[in-house]
């Protein structure tokens, strides 16, 4: 037996190594057999992924690849379909929101230091005992001064997660070091609803800058404050406003249309046509209204134009909108990056939509239409905005009004050049030294300009001083040479954004927008149709196509949201 074993088990051994080499050679075949049909019928774009992760020469950082890969693919939808990564989210959130953690501080970065121009009235910074002007020198410990220092680099720091604690260092006028506070984070509410104030006699005038979720509570104690001074007509102001949240410009015009009125509706390919009806509950339903426009009014300020214009409730007097018409949807990813994706197109009560043409990638041409806009002077002249390939719809009450590309405008006002000269746009350019000037002025002139009580009783004081002369001094010293010549064409503009600058850094933006809107054609366009009785569109004020030129140059609804940005001198935190 022990010689038979001996004799077989070198070719048993010898059987086994052959039976295995060949088992081992069948078996990652098969594996690799199955694996690519996984890949065949998988999510091609998962499979790349896996497949890179798995056999790729190096090791490759699968997420931050998908964090470059998922943009591109979104860039190859239409142009307001976005991704947002995690890190950028909480920011976009807010815009819309209506609040955010912080320290409630509005501050400047012009200079080489973190000027706090205003302070919240019950934030956590006037809590702790910070003022207007002081200037904010260290953070946590670490230096914040220079020319070096980014403006979301400061907004990072004084941000954060309510309930913290951020230590500050703080250098005051007339205080020889620096002074230390304890900031505790908390809510920080930010107004959409920039200013509202009766701009003429019985005339209330609203300026939305967004539409958030707060926008609507603040749209309605903005009138019922406006009513209890004798308001009965209001301006709502959209210029500028690039939208936000659907829901909040369906319950704002709902406010001002009877009961049973179409305000908008919504279809898409997996969302079913949804109309949605003002409930008759508004406290504005027979008080003129007049809406003012211009290329930056998109999206919920489009909805909110297109339901007074096709329910011919009120006059839409300025410049044509954006042309935005298309439903995003926020949806939020795991890992807390969200995708905004258009799911459906919105239609005024007319049945227009005015969404401008736009090819699917290519979102740079889209960019250019308002550049092109321009450069046919479009924002000078009506005669230059081409309707007659544009379908044509009816208002309730038959006028003509198209759709695609925007909302016409049914009084035209151009934009407003004069007092442009060279030099006004050399002292505005880059670093606004008009901005510049009225800080250090309200810095350097702090006790007198702050122991005004009204807004008005500090525009007429600032009147009365030599400005003028001692900002061309200050701009010649940042190396803006006097030209007298255009000085003087450029006077009256110039001394009034100098003075409503100032005035914004004591009384905020219902002391800015009025000093600011003194001439502003548009507004006065509007007011003057409110006292002629003309707000109500008809035959006798309108031209048949709706455009016509100024002599001078509860209900279900989902939520839906738009992505902004906003430039502005000073910044909130």
Known sequence: MNKKLTLWLPIIIAISIAAGILIGDLFPASVRQRKAQNYLIGNKISTVLDIIDSQYVDTVNVKDLSEEVIPKIFNELDPHSVYISAKDAQGVNDELEGSFSGIGVSFNMQTDTILVISVIPGGPSEKAGLLPFDRIITINDSLFVGKKIEQSEVMKNLRGTKNSTVRLGVMRRNNPGLIYFDVTR?????????????????????????????????????????????????????????????????????????????????????????????????????????????????????????????????????????????????????????????????????????????????????????????????FYSADSIKTDNLPEYKTSAGRTVFGGGGIMPDTFIPSDTSGITSYFNNVTRNINILHLYALEYSDNNYDKLSSFHTYRELYNYLQQQPILSEFTDFAANRGVKKRPALIEISARLMETQIHAYIVRNFFDENGFYPILFRDDETVNQAIKVIKQGKSIPGADNLSETGISECTRNPYPVRRYGLMRERVRENHTT
């Open 186 to 378: 908390g809510d920080v509410p930010t107004y959409s609803v920039e200013a509202f104030y009766e701009v003429a006699k019985n005339i209330g005038y609203i300026k939305v800058g967004r539409f958030t979720r707060t926008t609507y509570n603040e749209f309605i104690t903005a009138i019922a404050k406006l009513k209890n001074e004798g308001c009965n007509s209001f301006i709502v102001d959209l210029r500028g406003n690039t939208g936000g949240i659907m829901e909040t410009a369906v319950n704002m015009v709902n406010e001002f249309l009877p009961q049973g009125r179409l305000i908008v509706y919504t279809e898409g390919k997996a969302f079913p046509r949804s109309d949605i009806y003002a409930n008759g509950t508004g406290t504005c339903i027979n008080d003129p209204v007049v809406v003012l426009t211009d290329e930056g009014s998109a999206s919920a300020s489009e909805i909110f134009a297109g339901a007074i214009q096709d329910n011919d409730r009120g006059l839409i007097i300025g410049r044509r909108t954006y042309g935005k018409g298309l439903v995003q949807t926020q949806i939020a990813l795991n890992d807390g990056s969200q995708l905004r994706l258009t799911i459906a197109r919105y239609y005024t009560p007319s049945g227009r939509s005015i969404q401008k043409e736009y090819e699917m990638g290519h979102s740079e041409a889209y960019d250019m239409d308002i550049y092109n806009r321009y450069m046919h002077g479009e």
